[in-house]
């Protein structure tokens, strides 16, 4: 290929300029090695010098050589300069391309998130005569995993065992990944037994790991306890990871506990495996553990991990330390990190640092405006979410089912009903989003909160999609805001048969009953719970204290300042009562006398977590809370009343949204 010609292949934009012929001369005498160097060195973040590269690659004829034309398809194909479809059209001016060019681009189509290229290009490959080594099987075996194509996988393990690449370590070891992913379990230990003279360590580790994803645990402790003789760190990381993932997390910590040696995935699967079990405070736990080993540096994804946690359960001190730790690493913000930081912030109640965050990231991705708008919607902000929507649309980036689904949050409980709507028929008319159930629950929710209860029922009523519990809990919860017995009835059964060992609809209806004083009904729903077994989850407040977080629960005196809590509540309650302060009763959920209702409504966990924070921080000092329930209608007048007579800031987080209370107030405005 002459140089002219290939010149010509290039689009016009990085054509090289008119050179003299002493520049030609002088770019032509540098060697297949030097050029090498340039695009290894200088090429992989720099656009302009790839283009320079590759205009001296075309004049000096270099670009003929496979190693180079492959060096640069690959410089090309970088997520870092996001053009992935111009490294397509340079592979296509390489004359017939060897199996390194080809595995660069079929390893290309992978890291750009294109799979189905990756395995087209793959038989393009074959087509074209070209043969294939051991590198082109694993990165196909990923793909496949990732598209979850089975016919596609069993031919291309059939080219493998044609090209005798069977007993490749890397290769078996995608395939049973790839395997176990499909659910073909069989086929997968049929994989690593056939090489069984060439067993390693690694691809036990991945049956291990397909057995676990497909919930075998057993078939998985018994080739981790019988079947490898020898085993490595990865060996009881699968394990853990795997016990972990299974909500086995009793196991999992005493196997994480007896492991000689630990490696950051070691610690990440017992943190993972914490905040997904709902063991946040565990989790933070077994974080700190791992700070005080001092062996090792957290990486990014364990402080995704560990934000994550910290977000959960309010822990914004711990959270800071870990942005600190990020700043005093220069490790850079990326979509995955900036968006946990930006969110753990948010939940933490300091939506003023998740905004500087926010507008650190260079690289917005659509989840980085994801979770900025979620922090807006649940902190009320409703305005400003839909502002920050058309701000996002403005930067040219299409929004998905997530951004729809924080926007129309903000709208329900901002009472937005008109312009929820307006978002509502956007997704498909514009967006060709298709509405799921999540964002039907939404309208439903935000109908409800606005009264517009017979409007959210026949929307349910006519939904193209069965509406799940979520949906008619959204429901019940505006029957019980709204004191709509008759529907709230009629829903609450709908609801007891489709979630029975739920306890948080048992006592949605017990609260609309006994606000109706029908204690009979009360009693009915109450023995109904004890017939399935059914048990009521406590209300828990945490409080996050110099970074430490204190958690209250109704009825529990084990923290060690309990005796001092109360006396301080009832002091709090005492100067409350003066400013007007009243129990609302109604909130009780049992046929008793008054002022033993006075009595239950004194000690809810809110209240607890905020006496606590009286006692231990100074005045004035904003008191940050989380709850895993409601806030009940009598603790928040309680703590709007407590805001002002105090002189304090207290954000309570509760479990449908945020409430910050300033000078007897809320941001709420009363409607949550």
Not at 116 to 131: D, E, G, Q, T, W
Not at 389 to 398: D, G, I, V
Not at 409 to 432: E, P
Request: net charge neutral; aromatic share 8%.
């Amino acid at each position: 290929m002459s140089t002219s010609t290939t010149t010509t292949n290039l689009p016009h934009h990085i054509k090289p300029k008119e050179v003299s012929a002493e520049s030609t001369a002088s770019t032509s005498k540098l060697s297949q090695k030097t050029i090498l160097q340039i695009l290894n060195t200088k090429c992989t973040t720099s656009l302009q010098h790839l283009k320079q590269a590759h205009g001296v690659a075309l004049r000096s004829g270099h670009f003929q050589d496979h190693y180079v034309a492959g060096a640069i398809v690959k410089c090309y194909a970088s997520q870092h300069f996001s053009n992935f479809g111009f490294a397509l059209k340079v592979f296509d001016s390489v004359w017939r391309p060897n199996v390194f060019v080809w595995n660069i681009v079929i390893k290309g189509c992978l890291e750009n998130n294109e799979a189905l290229s990756c395995i087209s290009y793959y038989f393009k490959m074959v087509a074209m005569n070209a043969r294939p080594n051991k590198f082109t099987y694993s990165i196909l075996f990923q793909a496949c995993t990732l598209v979850q194509v089975v016919e596609e996988a069993l031919q291309i393990h059939a080219h493998v065992v044609k090209n005798q690449f069977g007993e490749d370590g890397h290769i078996r070891s995608a395939g049973i990944q790839m395997y176990a992913s499909f659910g073909l379990v069989e086929e997968a230990r049929r994989m690593l037994d056939e090489a069984a003279e060439s067993n390693d360590v690694i691809c036990s580790n991945a049956m291990i790991d397909g057995y676990m994803k497909c919930g075998d645990v057993e078939a998985a402790k018994e080739l981790f306890e019988k079947h490898m003789p020898s085993k490595n760190i990865g060996s009881w990381n699968a394990m853990v990871s795997g016990l972990a993932r299974c909500g086995m997390l009793k196991e999992a910590r005493e196997l994480f506990d007896g492991m000689s040696e630990k490696d950051e995935i070691s610690w990440s699967a017992m943190v993972d495996g914490y905040i997904k079990g709902g063991c946040h405070k565990e989790a933070l736990e077994i974080f700190n553990e791992m700070q005080k080993e001092n062996l090792l540096s957290p990486r990014k994804f364990i402080l995704s991990s560990v934000l994550a946690a910290c977000a959960n359960v309010g822990a914004v001190d711990q959270g800071k330390w870990v942005h600190a730790y990020i700043k005093r690493n220069t490790i850079q913000l990326d979509a995955v990190l900036g968006a946990a930081l930006l969110d753990m912030y948010a939940k933490c109640g300091r939506l003023d640092m998740a905004w500087e965050v926010f507008e650190n990231i260079k690289q917005k991705e659509i989840s980085t405006w994801n979770a900025m708008i979620g922090g807006l919607a649940m902190h009320g902000r409703a305005d400003d979410a839909i502002e920050l929507f058309s701000k996002m649309q403005r930067s040219k980036l299409e929004p998905n089912g997530v951004t729809f689904l924080n926007v129309l949050n903000a709208c329900a409980h901002s009472g937005f009903v008109d312009k929820g709507l307006n978002f509502f028929s956007s997704m498909k008319k514009f967006y060709g989003i298709e509405p799921e159930v999540e964002h039907y629950g939404c309208m439903v929710d935000m109908f409800g909160r606005a009264g517009q209860l017979e409007e959210a029922e026949q929307l349910i009523n006519s939904m193209p999609i069965k509406p799940n519990a979520a949906v008619w809990g959204a429901l019940l919860g505006a029957c019980g805001i709204h004191g709509n017995v008759e529907m709230g009835e009629r829903v609450g059964r709908i609801l007891l048969e489709l979630e029975p060992q739920n306890s948080g609809r048992y006592a949605l209806l017990s609260n609309i009953y006994a606000k109706a004083g029908r204690w009979d009904d009360v009693e009915k729903v109450r023995m109904l719970m004890k017939e399935r077994g059914v048990k009521t989850s406590p209300g828990i407040s945490m409080v996050d204290i110099g970074g430490m977080v204190h958690e209250f629960k109704v009825g529990e005196g084990s923290h060690p300042q309990m005796k001092e809590v109360y006396l301080m509540l009832e002091t709090i309650i005492e100067k409350l009562q003066m400013e007007g302060y009243s129990p609302n009763s109604s909130q009780v959920l049992f046929d008793i006398a008054e002022e033993e209702k006075e009595t239950a409504l004194q000690y809810h966990s809110e209240k607890l977590a905020i006496a606590f924070g009286v006692l231990n921080t100074k005045p004035g000092t904003t008191i940050r809370v989380t709850k895993n329930l409601r806030t009940c209608e009598d603790c928040h007048s309680a703590i709007k009343i407590f805001s002002k007579v105090y002189k304090r800031d207290i954000i309570v987080r509760d479990r449908t949204r945020y409430h910050h209370f300033r000078n007897g107030r809320c941001s709420c405005k009363d409607f949550w």
